[in-house]
């Protein structure tokens, strides 16, 4: 005989379609984390000496290119209020705090000729107040932000050359934050970098060469490797820290289960992550095949002397192999594949011409203020298990996740939503799929210069009034919820926090 409260728990698990039943937490050493970016929050873009960046350039010399003609120069004025936004993280009850370091702030030429003092002052009393806070700091080398002298003088990613001026700039972060810092990350998606920042006009310096977005791919997986060498060979045995690099993944899936569509989302999975993440986390090393075959071939097409994908010796395949103590992942979405070839459907958002691919967004899901980004949690745990599969289950650390909406809410269900369901997935990659993901930040901290979107598009847990001086920021439901989620280490379906009205439950959560 069954009791009553097994019986009404039983119902109640019917109706929860099993997945109350199977309540995931989080590991006991799973790390929360939430994450910015300097340029997109920091302001202060000509103070304490601090030098321009391709951002300052851009959005100051042509400012049509951003959506409202906004600009990064006071921002979220983070570079003032270290005191105000650590109180804040403490409050969230995070682990660590993901943030970037402005290479312009600390090396204004971008090379070493002049250290600035102010740079090397700043992030010193960030780092020094998070830790006496119980905070890790978890830092980014590089977040888009490129010095503008670097760009103008060098040609940006496009040289070679920069790959020892990124060393030269990484030993300086080693020299003067390492003995507090124990995380590092290189670069902040370098697929976007060079994909949408030299093959496209997306992000700044919008330089659209046909071979830009490989060049520059060339020279930051090189630079990669050499800022982790440099950190092995002098300060990983004092310092023991950790360096890995932060890669994108938007999941690619087939739009049917055609083989054509399936191998067209094959190809999109490694024109985009395994780009960067196959050079350093395979066995084997090197580009992927896919794209060594097809970028010779639509060079050859063109009557090019050589490939637009420039080759590694062997000496450089074996620096990159293996350069790298973990994997950070940024995910927000899913986009579905097709061949390029198939002209029933429009050419997406998305779109590198060698993979011979057309990948699109589902315009019937739940949307976002951004256009390319759609509320698709399944694909989060698809990713996670491709990784694991493709690069022999590497630990996993997700730095950026999360969802934009216009800003005017602070009851922001969709945010809410959109955490309890991808975070959902993610449990269920680790539960059942025994993926290694270890950590997890939340995109993002606040409401911040979305770069080319200006301030029109808001992933911030915090909403910031960019309209007053004093930048006030104010909690909305999401951050309660995700403190929620942190101290109770598993997702609430249920907390609605005081003084916020409950959301309507998800419909995707009753698909899952
Ligand atoms: C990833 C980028 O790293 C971050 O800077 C950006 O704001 C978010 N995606 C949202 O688009």
């Given at each position: 005989m069954i009791n009553f409260t097994t019986f009404v728990v039983f119902c109640f698990c019917l109706y929860e379609s099993f997945s109350y039943c199977k309540e995931y937490t989080f590991p006991n050493n799973f790390k929360f984390g939430v994450a910015t970016a300097a340029y997109q929050v920091e302001g202060?873009?000509?103070?304490g000496g601090k030098g321009e960046n391709i951002w300052d350039h851009m959005t100051h010399t042509n400012p049509s290119s951003i959506l409202d003609r906004s600009n990064g120069d006071i921002a979220c004025d983070s570079y003032h209020k270290i005191k105000e936004d650590v109180r804040l993280l403490k409050n969230l009850g995070v682990d660590f705090y993901r943030?970037?370091?402005?290479?312009?702030?600390?090396?204004?030429?971008?090379?070493?000729?002049?250290?600035?003092?102010?740079?090397i002052r700043?992030?010193?009393?960030?780092?020094?107040?998070?830790?006496?806070?119980d905070i890790k700091p978890f830092v980014t080398m590089h977040h888009y932000d490129l010095p503008q002298p670097l760009q103008e003088e060098e040609g940006g990613f496009l040289n070679l050359k920069l790959a020892d001026y990124f060393e030269d700039y990484a030993d300086v972060l080693y020299k003067n934050f390492g003995d507090r810092v124990r995380d590092w990350t290189t670069f902040n998606q370098p697929t976007l970098i060079c994909f949408l920042g030299y093959s496209g006009e997306f992000?700044?310096?919008?330089?659209t060469r046909k071979d830009g977005g490989y060049l520059c791919g060339h020279t930051l997986l090189i630079a990669h490797a050499k800022a982790y060498h440099?950190?092995?060979k002098r300060y990983r045995a004092s310092q023991k820290g950790r360096i890995g690099i932060v890669q994108n993944i938007f999941w690619f899936e087939p739009r049917t289960n055609n083989i054509e569509d399936l191998q067209a989302a094959e190809a999109a999975n490694e024109f985009n992550f395994g780009w960067f993440a196959n050079p350093i986390f395979s066995k084997e090393g090197d580009y992927p095949q896919i794209m060594k075959e097809n970028i010779e071939y639509a060079s050859k097409q063109e009557a090019l002397p050589k490939s637009r994908l420039p080759e590694f010796t062997q000496e450089e395949i074996?620096?990159?192999?293996?350069?790298a103590d973990f994997l950070g992942v940024n995910h927000y979405t899913t986009f579905y594949c097709s061949p390029v070839e198939d002209k029933s459907i429009e050419i997406g958002l998305f779109y590198i011409p060698d993979m011979n691919t057309n990948c699109i967004v589902d315009?019937?899901?739940e949307g976002s203020s951004s256009s390319w980004l759609k509320v698709k949690p399944t694909g989060f745990r698809k990713a996670l298990n491709w990784i694991k599969q493709q690069y022999d289950n590497p630990e996993v650390i997700i730095l950026e996740n999360g969802i934009s909406d216009a800003g005017n809410l602070l009851n922001d269900c969709l945010r809410v939503n959109y955490y309890n369901l991808y975070l959902t997935e993610m449990l269920k990659a680790i539960h059942e799929d025994g993926c290694n993901v270890s950590g997890y930040a939340a995109w993002s901290f606040m409401d911040n210069f979305?770069?080319?979107s200006g301030y029109t598009q808001k992933f911030g847990l915090y909403s910031v009034d960019f309209d007053d001086p004093a930048r006030p920021r104010t909690p909305k439901m999401s951050a309660f919820v995700f403190k929620n989620i942190i101290r109770e280490r598993k997702i609430n379906w249920t907390y609605t926090p005081d003084g916020f009205r409950p959301c309507e439950r998800s419909k995707i959560k009753e698909e899952l």
């Open positions: 202060a873009w000509n103070t943030f970037s370091i402005s290479w312009s702030r600390i090396l204004p030429s971008g090379k070493t000729d002049h250290i600035n003092p102010d740079g700043y992030y010193n009393e960030l780092i020094d107040e998070l830790l006496a806070n992000i700044a310096p919008m330089i440099l950190y092995n074996e620096l990159i192999k293996g350069s315009k019937t899901a979305e770069w080319r």
